[in-house]
């Protein structure tokens, strides 16, 4: 995988702190055993010394992630997470046709150690998403995603739990998208094998609101990376 320079991810930069559009497959921190391998931490702080990450963002999600570059900005920007004051807007893939009108997921998630997760209402903490379908297809739906809190694997699980797994998510039982599924007459070499529109789960961290200063609120809108856009307009072509 080619390493991407930082410089060219930026969407938003002032003299405090940064948002960049995360690519697919990097870590945004070091991840326990993985000591070579690079991550957003590391690029970040190749661009500017001192540089925090504000929060996480899951491997395979691409997106807006915000990075400080001194701690009053840290300090700032993680007040935020805190106190729920961070607007969140993802966009994901679902399978099947589902009608979301501003549909509230409220249920509490434990984190069962080995990078999952579970619903539990005895022992899980508070999780709250709300979802907003934008677009259907005969087979999938295009959703927006408004997490409240910030658990880990949230809306991916969120969504599980209404039958409608994120495409390509087989931790929580999604399954990839492959074209000969949605084109009629889809045809593959004799020795070929067919893969995955999409090599990973189809989230992208779409949109984020907070304040860069006291006074100063921004909205960064992360556009689409090349894999997330493929598979929506080969959708609207060949499943719409």
Same mark, same amino acid.
């Given at each position: $995988?080619?390493?991407?320079?930082?410089?060219?991810?930026?969407?938003?930069?002032?003299?405090?702190?940064?948002?960049?559009? *995360?690519?697919? =497959?990097?870590?945004? /921190?070091?991840?326990?055993?993985?000591?070579?391998?690079?991550? $957003?931490? @590391?690029?970040?702080?190749?661009?500017?010394?001192?540089?925090?990450?504000?929060? %996480?963002?899951?491997?395979?999600?691409? &997106?807006?992630?915000?990075?400080? *570059?001194?701690?009053?900005?840290? @300090? /700032?920007?993680? $007040?935020?997470?805190?106190?729920?004051? +961070?607007?969140?807007?993802?966009?994901?893939?679902?399978? &099947?046709?589902? +009608?979301?009108?501003?549909?509230?997921?409220?249920?509490?998630?434990?984190?069962?150690?080995?990078?999952?997760?579970?619903?539990?209402?005895?022992?899980?903490? @508070?999780?709250?998403?709300?979802?907003?379908?934008?677009?259907?297809?005969?087979?999938?739906?295009?959703?927006?995603? %408004?997490?409240?809190?910030?658990? $880990?694997?949230?809306?991916?699980?969120?969504?599980?739990?209404? %039958?409608?797994?994120?495409? &390509?998510?087989?931790?929580?039982? &999604? *399954?990839?998208?492959?074209?000969?599924?949605?084109? %009629?007459?889809?045809?593959?070499?004799?020795?070929?094998?067919?893969?995955?529109?999409?090599? @990973? =789960?189809?989230?992208?961290?779409?949109?984020?609101?907070?304040? +860069?200063?006291?006074?100063?609120?921004?909205?960064?809108?992360?556009?689409?990376?090349?894999?997330?856009?493929?598979?929506?307009?080969?959708?609207?072509?060949?499943?719409?």
């Amino acid at each position: $995988m080619k390493i991407p320079k930082i410089a060219d991810l930026i969407l938003y930069e002032d003299e405090n702190l940064f948002v960049v559009n *995360k690519p697919a =497959f990097i870590s945004t /921190l070091d991840e326990r055993g993985e000591g070579s391998e690079i991550n $957003m931490l @590391r690029l970040a702080k190749a661009y500017s010394d001192d540089a925090q990450i504000c929060h %996480r963002l899951d491997k395979e999600t691409s &997106g807006a992630l915000i990075i400080a *570059k001194n701690p009053e900005a840290y @300090r /700032l920007v993680s $007040m935020q997470f805190e106190r729920r004051q +961070v607007k969140k807007v993802y966009h994901a893939v679902i399978e &099947g046709t589902h +009608v979301f009108e501003d549909l509230l997921v409220d249920l509490p998630i434990l984190n069962t150690g080995k990078g999952t997760v579970s619903i539990s209402r005895q022992e899980g903490k @508070r999780a709250e998403t709300w979802f907003q379908s934008l677009k259907y297809f005969k087979h999938y739906t295009l959703v927006e995603c %408004r997490p409240v809190t910030g658990r $880990m694997h949230q809306i991916r699980i969120h969504l599980a739990t209404q %039958r409608a797994s994120i495409a &390509g998510d087989e931790m929580y039982k &999604g *399954k990839p998208v492959f074209l000969s599924q949605l084109k %009629r007459k889809y045809h593959l070499g004799k020795d070929q094998e067919e893969l995955p529109i999409m090599k @990973r =789960f189809a989230l992208h961290a779409y949109e984020v609101t907070f304040k +860069v200063s006291e006074e100063k609120e921004v909205t960064i809108h992360a556009p689409y990376p090349k894999d997330f856009e493929t598979l929506v307009k080969l959708l609207d072509k060949f499943d719409s």
